[in-house]
């Protein structure tokens, strides 16, 4: 498992003082707000302030204070120390299950490896290729268990979804 994990992209300046814009990467916006320290290019940066603006966080950095340094991190990722955080037990980034098998338990079949996610705003995607390609939304409803050991994802798919093996 990797020991950072990407947190947020830093899409754009706002103001001349060195606040950064960026898109979260965490499940949610508010994730990434509780952040107190943040990772660039592996070296830890305080937060000095976050809040919410027009589905993006505005981020203030310790040491960026000027329009330049601000615009000489854009399209730069911010990350988080998974060591920073407290998950419930069993939670699983996704991010840690990228290569895993999928395996559909409602029609007793490996269907595929996980080669990807896609966020979107309703939700997250993952992406199985196997014979095909199937788009599988990364929530309970859908995904049974995650075997780390074996690196299985039990997904269960309804009928409809895969083109049926």
């Given at each position: 498992m990797k020991q950072y994990l990407e947190a947020g992209e830093i899409i754009n300046t706002h103001g001349i003082l060195g606040e950064l814009k960026v898109r979260s990467l965490c499940n949610t916006l508010d994730d990434l707000l509780s952040l107190k320290t943040v990772y660039l290019s592996g070296k830890p940066i305080h937060v000095i302030s976050s809040r919410p603006h027009k589905g993006f966080a505005l981020m203030k950095l310790d040491g960026i204070d000027t329009i330049e340094k601000a615009k000489s991190l854009k399209n730069s990722f911010l990350f988080l120390d998974r060591a920073d955080l407290n998950l419930e037990s069993g939670a699983v980034f996704l991010q840690?299950?990228?290569?895993?098998?999928?395996?559909?338990?409602?029609?007793?079949?490996?269907?595929?490896?996980?080669?990807?996610?896609?966020?979107?705003?309703?939700?997250?995607?993952?992406?199985?290729?196997?014979?095909?390609?199937?788009?599988?939304?990364?929530?309970?409803?859908?995904?049974?268990?995650?075997?780390?050991?074996?690196?299985?994802v039990h997904i269960h798919t309804i009928e409809g979804m895969l083109n049926e093996i």
């Open positions: 840690d299950i990228l290569g895993f098998s999928a395996f559909d338990d409602r029609i007793g079949k490996l269907i595929g490896t996980i080669e990807n996610t896609i966020s979107l705003p309703r939700g997250d995607l993952l992406v199985i290729k196997g014979d095909e390609e199937y788009l599988i939304p990364a929530n309970p409803v859908f995904i049974k268990e995650i075997d780390q050991e074996e690196q299985i």
